[in-house]
């Protein structure tokens, strides 16, 4: 089936550093991906789509000057955190479409991000 | 906007008890439900979905039926296994109002005792 990878599953940085996450649609070719942050015990929420050779659409209330989001090919798009600090400590999750009507979104692994 | 609400848990049953996941939504259109599982540790699964009303979803001995007039979409499952410990997700999408992206509600961890 479809899968999607992500990595890292975790990274340590410290404040003020940039830490870029990367996913990939292995067998498949997805025009679209979205970017989730999942806090402890609770729901994800979206922070942005991501267009194959377009600009990422951010959600109300995402910077993006600081959640940088990079699709630059069919199988691949990354999200990079500038000037991470420790509120930015979180779960990211990436999500890749098949491209057809009702297709169920395929999710990577996630990445744990912490800050000190 | 769009919207969906989970019964808060931990749902904590022993091994072949019956499950009910309680999920309501709210859409400005028609669409798509979908229930996803995460393991500890891991991302999101797709576990069931139905594209319209009445339809029913299944896999695993999982089910759920896309419920319209009450606007819900219910997990269960009859015999519930140690394995089945995991988080679970209700979301919609609403391809209606040209979002592709899922809408999630807030999870519910069961957690199965042998």
């Known amino acids: 089936g479809a899968v999607v990878s992500q990595h890292p599953s975790r990274v340590i940085c410290k404040s003020g550093t940039s830490v870029k996450i990367e996913c990939r649609s292995l067998d498949f070719q997805a025009t679209t991906m979205f970017w989730y942050r999942q806090f402890p015990k609770q729901s994800l929420m979206l922070m942005a789509t991501s267009n194959e050779g377009s600009k990422a659409t951010y959600e109300q209330g995402v910077e993006k000057d600081k959640f940088l989001i990079n699709h630059a090919s069919l199988t691949l798009s990354t999200l990079t955190v500038t000037s991470a600090h420790p509120e930015d400590s979180s779960f990211y999750i990436c999500?890749?479409?098949?491209?057809?009507?009702?297709?169920?979104?395929?999710f990577g692994n996630g990445t744990r991000l912490t800050v000190t | 906007g769009d919207s969906v609400t989970q019964m808060e848990g931990p749902v904590t049953l022993s091994e072949e008890a019956f499950l009910t996941i309680n999920c309501t939504y709210t859409?400005?259109?028609?669409?798509?439900l979908f229930w996803y599982v995460q393991y500890p540790g891991e991302g999101l699964q797709l576990l069931l979905k139905?594209?319209?009303?009445?339809d029913k979803g299944s896999n695993k001995g999982f089910e759920a039926t896309y419920r319209k007039e009450t606007t819900s979409f219910h997990l269960e499952k009859g015999s519930v296994q140690v394995s089945d410990s995991a988080v679970y997700f209700c979301?919609?999408?609403?391809?209606?109002?040209?979002?592709?992206?899922?809408?999630f509600g807030s999870g519910t961890r069961l957690q199965v005792q042998p």
């Open positions: 139905a594209t319209k009303a009445d």
């Open positions: 859409a400005t259109g028609y669409p798509s």
């Open positions: 999500s890749a479409e098949l491209g057809q009507d009702n297709s169920p979104l395929h």
């Open positions: 979301a919609l999408s609403d391809q209606d109002t040209g979002r592709r992206a899922l809408t």
